[in-house]
């Protein structure tokens, strides 16, 4: 079995190098689904209080991170696109469950 190092591959010499390499070599999936799995993290923890809640706080804190990152040129729009939608229809539904 051979084994590579992937600093010696790719010149990398700091953690910040390698989540920009890793990008890269996945066409901007990876931050993707850095952010996807931040999502459910979120969900979860926030689970102590109301389902919609936890939805609404973690789709927004998301989609603000996704924005940043495609700002950046990390990630797709398609992301930012997704949790925007999620964090409309979900203020959407807590709006009319007060009515």
């Known amino acids: 079995m051979v084994y590579y190092n992937i600093s010696q591959l790719a010149n990398i010499e700091a953690v910040s190098e390698l989540a920009v390499y890793a990008n890269t070599v996945t066409d901007n999936l990876f931050f993707g689904f850095v952010i996807i799995g931040l999502f459910f ?9 109301e389902f919609d809640k936890a939805l609404l706080s973690s789709s927004f804190a998301c989609f ?4 940043i990152l495609v700002y950046g040129g990390f990630l797709s729009i398609m992301f930012a696109l997704v949790f925007l939608i999620i964090f409309a229809f979900t203020g959407f539904y807590m709006y009319i469950q007060s009515r």
Do not use: H
Request: net charge positive; proline share 0%; no cysteine.
């Open 64 to 67: 603000i991170l996704s924005i």
């Open 41 to 49: 993290i979120m969900l979860f923890i926030l689970k102590r209080w």
